[in-house]
Nanobody, 121 residues
Framework: QVQLVESGGGLVQAGGSLRLSCAASGRSIFSINSMAWYRQAPGKQRELVATITTGGSTKYGDSMKGRFTISRDNAKDTVYLQMNNLKPEDTAVYYC??????????????WGQGTQVTVSS
């Protein structure tokens, strides 16, 4: 059983910053491949925020470039999202996603439960 546990969401004023964390845990994890953050605002589709590979290569959604930074600590099986200069339109539930290879079953996609980020104007 794999768990992705997110933390760090909350309420912040426009222009402020937040740092999200997501830690993966579980028995029989062989390796954690790509890790990512997605978000979903009310009435909208889930969209990619940022991804990061095991080697540290990153990719961002267009509206996040220059404001958000994704990073990971492979020793802690944790991915982070530093969000700066937040805007009201960044308000959403943020989800952690990871592609994890298990010893027996191979690679699968896993999701966290989501953490709410609310940016007030």
């Amino acid at each position: 059983q794999v768990q992705l546990v997110e933390s760090g969401g909350g309420l912040v004023q426009a222009g402020g910053s937040l740092r999200l964390s997501c830690a993966a845990s579980g028995r029989s994890i062989f390796s954690i491949n790509s890790m990512a953050w997605y978000r979903q605002a009310p009435g909208k589709q889930r969209e990619l925020v940022a991804t990061i590979t095991t080697g540290g290569s990153t990719k961002y959604g267009d509206s996040m470039k220059g404001r958000f930074t994704i990073s990971r600590d492979n020793a802690k099986d944790t991915v982070y999202l530093q969000m700066n200069n937040l805007k009201p339109e960044d308000t959403a539930v943020y989800y952690c996603q990871a592609v994890i290879a298990m010893v027996v079953t191979g690679a699968s996609e896993y999701w966290g439960q989501g953490t709410q980020v609310t940016v007030s104007s």
